[in-house]
């Protein structure tokens, strides 16, 4: 079964602070991704990667970057993070293969104060 | 553009009902559609993808080309079908556009 472990359940940080999000899957996955979950907004993708060193934006990544250097660990990494920023954020891999389906992790709620 | 429409923020019903969850995307190309469920305090999890035609915990789903829908449906709803529902387009090589999702209560 594929397992995908994010590092922290809950966090609180201070406006200003940079941030880091840990994701970790054991399944080999070329594909990982970063998504934020807010009620009335459901799922937007914040950034993706097809491989090592490789990223992508997705639709909503100003104030975010991501870091990739090993296949199986994919970090968000919120600069200087803000108030608009508190959330739930959901990490995700799959296979290499456009049907393949997202495993998820328990997501990380991070309230930024 | 890609977009994935859920109408409904909230579904109550009553154990034992119909239930319909609707979804309507938009995309011009072949779409690939599927639905997830996340249940109360668990991950978001694969529900069913249309592909394959398949019958997940009595809930199924038909493309509807015509109509750009992708509703999924249960004759009888459970209790324990009480989750939030997401319907996702494949939008991209392997990236999912996700609708605003749809809270399923079902009452005893």
């Known amino acids: 079964d594929v397992k995908v472990t994010q590092s922290s359940r809950y966090l609180v940080k201070r406006t200003g602070e940079k941030v880091f999000l840990e994701c970790v899957q054991d399944m080999d996955h070329e594909n990982m991704f970063w998504y934020r979950q807010d009620p009335g907004l459901g799922l937007r993708l914040i950034y993706f990667?097809?491989?090592?060193?490789?990223?992508e934006k997705g639709d909503i990544p100003e104030g975010y970057s991501v870091s990739r250097e090993k296949k199986e660990r994919f970090s968000l990494i919120l600069e200087s993070a803000s108030t608009n920023q508190t959330s739930m954020y959901l990490c995700a891999s799959s296979r290499d293969s456009g049907v393949s389906p997202l495993h998820f992790g328990n997501g990380t709620r991070l309230t930024v104060t | 553009a890609q977009r994935v429409t859920q109408p409904e923020k909230l579904l109550s019903v009553f154990k034992g009902a119909p239930v319909e969850l609707k979804c309507n995307y938009s995309?011009?190309?072949?779409?690939?559609l599927f639905w997830y469920v996340q249940y109360s305090r668990q991950r978001l999890q694969l529900l069913l993808r249309h592909i394959s035609r398949e019958s997940i915990k009595g809930f199924t789903a038909d493309l509807n080309k015509g109509e750009t829908s992708f509703h999924l449906k249960k004759p009888f709803a459970q209790e324990e079908d009480s989750a939030m529902y997401y319907c996702?387009?494949?939008?991209?090589?392997?990236?999912?556009?996700f609708g605003k999702g749809t809270m399923l209560l079902v009452s005893p």
């Open positions: 995309y011009s190309g072949s779409p690939e």
């Open positions: 996702a387009l494949l939008s991209g090589y392997s990236t999912l556009t």
């Open positions: 990667s097809y491989d090592v060193k490789m990223k």
